[in-house]
T-cell receptor, first 111, second 109 residues
Framework: NAGVTQTPKFRVLKTGQSMTLLCAQDMNHEYMYWYRQDPGMGLRLIHYSVGEGTTAKGEVPDGYNVSRLKKQNFLLGLESAAPSQTSVYFC??????????FGNGTRLTVT | DAKTTQPTSMDCAEGRAANLPCNHSTISGNEYVYWYRQIHSQGPQYIIHGLKNNETNEMASLIITEDRKSSTLILPHATLRDTAVYYCIVRVAGGKLIFGQGTELSVKP
């Protein structure tokens, strides 16, 4: 039981490049979330999903897209990376009203 | 989602109880109070949650006032490893978790 796994752990992009962050969970959780955390700040919700095939916007969705084609995976895409998207990205999953389980984060730098 | 207010920082002596307050005056009847902590840049760690009644687990106790407008997280015997940022969050059942700025707790020898 690996819990929540995020790949990659680190990535450096140039402005304008695209990439996809993968989140996988093996706990059969319905709900999945993507957060970003900037230095010295709390976590901010980007997008979330309440089930396979459904997604919804969070607090800071601009510049990101998500997909939940399989229940166990939640993908976060950056179509054209900008320096403002330099951050640590955390994925989380949960059942209906259970605590969220977080991954260890992806550290992204956009130059 | 109801918002929460926490002190920016607190200090606690090692071995003493750490009492972390949180105000959530606009909480609704179906919103739970959750506490998480984050050590360095690791993913947030779940501590405890509750709706109306006080709760206790192996990590901490959660005291919720009768009117549910505030709560206190209690770490009974703080250690240096409890130094972290602590987040108080209210959440509708099955809903999203919105983090605030949290309280930076420093446990000192």
């Amino acid at each position: 039981n690996a819990g929540v796994t995020q790949t990659p752990k680190f990535r450096v992009l140039k402005t304008g490049q695209s990439m996809t962050l993968l989140c996988a969970q093996d706990m059969n959780h319905e709900y999945m979330y993507w957060y970003r955390q900037d230095p010295g700040m709390g976590l901010r919700l980007i997008h979330y999903s309440v089930g396979e095939g459904t997604t919804a916007k969070g607090e800071v969705p601009d510049g990101y897209n998500v997909s939940r084609l399989k229940k166990q995976n939640f993908l976060l895409g950056l179509e054209s990376a900008a320096p403002s998207q330099t951050s640590v990205y955390f994925c989380a999953s949960s059942r209906d009203n259970s605590p969220l389980h977080f991954g260890n984060g992806t550290r992204l730098t956009v130059t | 989602d109801a918002k929460t207010t926490q002190p920016t920082s607190m200090d606690c002596a090692e071995g003493r109880a750490a009492n972390l307050p949180c105000n959530h005056s606009t909480i609704s009847g179906n919103e739970y109070v959750y506490w998480y902590r984050q050590i360095h840049s690791q993913g947030p760690q779940y501590i405890i949650h509750g709706l109306k009644n006080n709760e206790t687990n192996e990590m901490a106790s959660l005291i919720i006032t009768e009117d549910r407008k505030s709560s206190t997280l209690i770490l009974p015997h703080a250690t240096l490893r409890d130094t972290a940022v602590y987040y108080c969050i209210v959440r509708v059942a099955g809903g999203k978790l919105i983090f605030g700025q949290g309280t930076e707790l420093s446990v000192k020898p």
